[in-house]
């Protein structure tokens, strides 16, 4: 057997060719004849247009064209809903590629202008002239669903756009048993994703043929191809969607469509010519989807000794301006609040807000930051007040190792089904947290600092992350017979998570060669056809696992063809280093070879396709050349859908020093333990979770999608949303846990948004612990930030 | 994010410069570009010219001399940062400019530009207020020199005519026994700061002599912090005094309330920081 690759730290196929700047993201594509796009965006956030003028736009040099909603035909639709709920209000509100008589929301698109480049189509931008009547705005969450709140759309009241209770068990009762109550209120603001490669999307429509191709730097390819088939009316088969290298996406570019999504495949079809449209960075700050506000008011009843009974958790989402991608961020959120605790008896009410902004869909963590932020915040609260140790407390809550499957009847996860954890050792994490960081040692070293002024604070926050969503993915499995290289495929897109690595260490120990041999092929539905996308940590587990399958099979074949052609048993056979060998023997054949005599030939390319040409020697079979219900080649397909989410979980903490005088905070260390089953490969999880504590700790203290009142976006670049730069975020400490999950057969779980989860509450209970001296007020809100440190000193101050 | 249509021209001599700003009343001046292309792609800004400065040899290099180091206007930030005659005279350069953005940008960015930029909160004013420097200018009438309080105006606005260059800039040294300190608080490291303050003092007798504080990014220009002196000069530098110092500063905050700070914060960060560099200057000056 070869040496397994699953499992080991193997370098990223992917890096070489990004790293010397041999990608092609969309814009690398060269379309020659391309016109570019851009779009006149509402400048206010609740507005009637009265009136378009795009005569001066128009009569510019290089224009070609200048579309409003009254000029893109069919389009001029709201677009789909894309993951309907019988709770929200009237259906559910979503855009129309092009703003008709309303806009929702400053940065919404209103025309579209397609010139000769990138410059001209601004300048023809900036004398489009939009005539608004602005209307009155409420962006605070509870004033919009007040009684008399400025509606952002007329026929939903009170701005309500869903609303939902989920229980588990008997809520009631364990508020009417409980020892002691705690409540807290939380509230976490408007974020963004902020990728690197902002929205781009590319097409070109062959008239000949009637063929769509659109490179759309999405996570969802097939999605898309299904979506611009709908609403173009063509056959899926006429259309193929490419992701080509994607510059991050954090769930961004899940959401489909956006306008220019649409709008960019209509124009080149009605201009004839490809047409290009790459978001700037002010547009996606101001258009692509944001999330993360939240406020929750969060009970919990507990016995004496800290046992949490039950649960009470009602809390209002900021949906923004649209809700297509439902309340799967809230229904996460709910499902996600009661963390790795026992917690038997639970009930968690949701309001989904209209708010005058863009409209929110997922960003990585998905409703789980906030909702663990909540949690965690509470725990935290209800261990001071009952005299016991942060720690302690979830120690004494945790879901026991022999309590798996722990279901939460009731809960319904994002996936329609039931709240089922799978399997986890959350003490034992915990344990290994509190040793590695000697939290003993802390303390001595805490006091010692306190004697000189200065303020270290201990921080902890724990996390789980359902994980591994279906519905299904394909993987598919082929030997090439010329070079004998393993081609895969799978339905997914990268956004630069190491999918071509993982995926060919599962490839490649089934059909043993080297994971470099491996060529793996994503994004393009042309490649793979069957599948849903990327998101919801789901890659890993879902296309993982049937690449596996495929995998599995393709190594069956491979050993029945071997054996054939070695002339022995399918048990004396082992596969490693791209051959088939006779166990304890050194005759082998290669996988080329393999492949090919596996597919008769007609022609003889090469030495090894003789073999396989129908007067060759060895073609000694009877019946047709291949057997009836035999397919030619090693070739094999196979899909895994999982029977329910799969429960990954962690544990961080902190020790971090704040500044009093200046409000500032210096992360001194930041330790993570992390479980997501069996690894693929380490080096790829802690890239992932390292990469999710650096955008967790920009949510915890940097980054904010601030608006005014009018509803005018405040951060609509890098300096006003402060992305932390390296120099914010530590080397954090990572250790793992493996925990297989019996959900699937390769025991994996997720792990693409679990860094980003606790952080927030890892920064606030830190701050909490280094300024206990000074008595301040319990932290609530995230992201924290030196002005808010500042009042929390000043009035602890003015309260001493 | 693109730039509305402009001409360019790059001359070689500082007049052909000036000509060709006179020549366009839109027309600016484009050095190391960190801070004018920004503007442009974001179309805050719409030069009808731009007059790319890089290829006139009169506008560069570093020269210490006389108790001046003179910079070239056109001298990169990196280049001054690292000079050593320089940051021998006046140690502070370097501290200052070690907080001025990133590497990257430090290799672009001019000390010209910086000053002609004059950010409220950017640091290379602050350091020539703080300093007492002056600079150079030339326009179609000739060349005049301007003292760094004249220079100043508001938040990136000099007193320079659209049509004048600035070609140098002179700081003076730092007289033997000065302490010098800067230190700013920015969201993050190498953003323009929340509050910024300069201070340079000497200690005789264990007393403050002279001294000089200067802040940025807490008003519409870099600002001298007099009071703060006054609370200084001839006392023992010891914990009151600086709280002093610190308290006398308050009085220049005058910066409203923006999406990073409010006015009580920044204004305690002020202090903060007075009493900071003070402490460190002081040490510095053997006291
Ligand atoms: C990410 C980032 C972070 C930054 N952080 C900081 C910071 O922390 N602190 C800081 O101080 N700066 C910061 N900057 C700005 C940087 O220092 C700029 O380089 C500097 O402000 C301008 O210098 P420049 O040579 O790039 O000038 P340009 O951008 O070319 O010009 C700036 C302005 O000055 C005018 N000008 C330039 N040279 C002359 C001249 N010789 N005579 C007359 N007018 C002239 C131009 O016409 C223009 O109006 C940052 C920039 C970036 C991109």
Redesign the pocket.
Known sequence: MSTRQFGEPVQRNADPALLKGEGAFIDDISLPGALHAAFVRSEHARARIRSIDISAAESLPDVVAVYTADTIGALDVELPMLIPHPCITSGGKTQRPLARDDVFYAGQCIAMVVAVDRYTAEDACSVVEVAYEPLPVELDLEKAIADGAPPVHDDIPNNVAAHFVQESGDADAAFAAAEHTTTVRVRLERSTAAPMECRAVAARWDGVSGELTVWDSTQATISVRGGLASLFDIDEDRIRVIAPNVGGGFGQKIMMFHPDEILVPFAAMQLDRPVKYIEDRVENFIGASQERAQIHEISLAAKKDGTVLGLRDSFIHDTGAFIPYGIAIAQVASTSIAGPYRIPDIWVEMTLVYTPCVQVTPYRGCGRPQACFAIERALDRLADELGIDRTEIRRRNFIGPGEFPYEREGLLFADGLAVNYDSGEYEKALDLITETVDLAGFRKEQEAARAEGRYLGFGIGFYVEGTGLGPYEGGHVKVHPITGKVYVTTGLTSQGQGHETVFAQIAADQVGCDVRDVIFVEGDTQAHEWGVATFASRAAVVSGNAIHKAAVKARARIIAAAANMLETGEDSIELRDGRAWIVDGNRSVSLAEIATASNPLRYAFNEASQTATQFAPASTHDGPPLAEGQAPGIEETDYFSPSHATWAYGVHAAIVEFFPDTCGMEIKRYLCIHDCGNMINPMIVEGQVMGGIGQGIGGAFYERCAFDGNGTPLAAN??DFLMPYATEVPDAEILHMETPSPLNPLGIKGVGEAGTIPVSQVVASAMEDAFAPLGIAPVRESPMSPDMIHGLLAEAQSRR | MKPALFDYVAPETVEAAVAALAGDETA???????????TMNFRLSAPGRLVD?RRIEA?RGIAVADGTIRVG??TR?RELETHEGANRANPLIGEVLD????IA??N???V???I??A?S????PCLLVATGGTVS?QGPDGSREIGADDLFRFHMTTS?AQT????EVRIPALPPGTGYAFEEF?RRR????LAGVCTLLTVEDGRCGEARIAACGIGARPVRLAAAEDALRGRAVDDAARADAGEAAREYMTAPADMQAGVAYRTDLLAALVRRTVATAARRAGG
């Open positions: 890098f300096m | 600016r001046p484009l050095a190391g570009g960190q801070s004018l292309i920004p400065l506008l206007a056109m930030h907080n001025v953005a990133h940008i430090r672009r960015g001019t010209g530009g910086s002609a930029h950010d909160a950017a640091e290379l200018v320079l004048e260059i600035l070609t920015a190498g953003d323009y700061a």
